[in-house]
């Protein structure tokens, strides 16, 4: 069994494969050949502001023959005014993290690897949103509203440039210094006319693409600076009142598998979650993000249909289309999992530790 961590995932893995392998997966999904369940969160109370999480999604493909559980586990606090909070996670202490992935051969049950979910994490977030563009946005799109300069905008920057000719980027986020070094390392690494912006309308004006990429947990994407023909992804933050009523497609990646023996189960919700000690006044300080539900007047599409060429998500140029992945994730860390590791191991990449240690003599 090998661990991989972020630097190998680095070394082997590619924006256009992380794409290439999210749309093999989500065919498998939509043709029966895949399965997967939403987020399922277990929360607990720390003390009077924090929160633990233990976070788990997971999936596999027939198919591949590939299945993976990805696992985080963070302590959570809210902070800033109405309006302006923003969410902060840590494990053991701020500025540390544990997400892992575990990887496992479908046809003989064996543990093949254990990765960091970080790089990962990133990577498949913006493959996602650059597949919603690829099929609603405008062919003609070349300059991108940026909300947010952190690891997300990152990787976003890099996955909408695999499926449009990026040439201007306007980027905005509360701290000027932040904002500014964004825009330096983006004009740096990828040759792009990078501006930073003073205020969030600015980062809209005038855009093709918007793209709320923040940690806020409030409205980031709003409608009153939205330009006809705008495609919107949104992975933090909101979409205001008046952008969801300007949206006129509202196209779906996909939806997580049904249980065969509990059908009412089926939730089209992003995840599900569990509260210990509901009561707690420390739920007070914390907001989790209601169900994404399209407005009356969108045309909601599921990338499955798109797939198949019985529908469009954009059918003019003037229309406002959003795409959101829907509650995919465990799709997501087999198929791009499976990548590093075999690269991995054709590099001869990772820490090997004896399989023997995972497996046992009693019946499970």
């Known amino acids: ?61 027939a198919r591949s023959g590939y299945v993976a559980l990805r696992m985080k586990s963070d302590v959570l ?19 540390r993290f544990c997400g892992l992935v575990l990887l496992l051969d479908a046809r003989t049950g064996e543990p093949l690897a254990l990765l960091n979910d970080g790089l990962l994490q990133h990577l498949r977030v913006g493959a996602d ?103 919107v992804t949104c992975i933090g933050g909101h979409p205001d009142a008046a952008a969801r009523e300007r949206f006129d497609v509202w196209l779906r990646l996909g939806s997580a598998s049904t249980p065969v023996s509990t059908p009412a189960w089926a939730t089209a919700d992003e995840y599900v979650s569990y509260r210990a000690r509901p009561d707690d006044p420390v739920w007070r300080h914390h ?31 003037r229309q406002v289309t959003f795409s959101e992945r829907g509650n995919i994730q465990g799709a997501q860390f087999h198929a791009v999992a499976a990548v590093v590791y075999e690269r991995a191991r054709e590099r001869g990449l990772g820490h090997e530790i004896p399989r023997e240690w995972l497996l046992q003599d009693i019946r499970d």
């Open 129 to 231: 949103s650059a597949i919603g563009v690829r099929f609603g946005a405008r062919e003609d799109a070349r300059v991108l509203g940026l909300l947010g300069s952190g690891g997300m905008a990152r990787s976003h920057v890099e996955a909408f440039r695999t499926v449009r000719p990026l040439e201007r980027v306007q980027v905005y986020s509360p701290t000027r210094s932040h904002r500014e070094r964004f825009a330096a390392e983006m004009r740096e690494l990828h040759g792009l006319d990078v501006v930073a912006v003073d205020e969030p309308e600015h980062a809209q004006r005038d855009a093709d693409i918007v793209a709320g990429c923040t940690d806020a947990v409030g409205d980031v994407v709003l409608g009153r600076h939205l330009s006809p023909g705008t495609h």
């Open 287 to 317: 907001h989790e993000r209601g169900p994404r539900r399209p407005p009356r007047g969108a045309r909601t599409v599921g990338l499955e249909a798109v797939l198949a060429g019985r529908e469009r998500a954009r059918d003019d140029e």
């Open 1 to 61: 069994m090998l661990v991989l961590d972020n630097k190998v995932t680095a070394e082997v893995l590619t924006m256009p494969d992380v794409v290439r392998a999210l749309e093999e997966s989500y065919r498998d999904l939509a043709y029966g050949e895949g399965v997967c369940r939403p987020r399922i969160d277990l929360n607990l109370p720390v003390d009077g502001t924090r929160v633990y999480r233990w976070g788990t999604m997971e999936g596999g493909s």
């Open 77 to 95: 606090t809210e902070t800033g005014p109405p309006g302006l909070r923003t969410q902060e996670k840590y494990c053991v202490r701020p500025g």
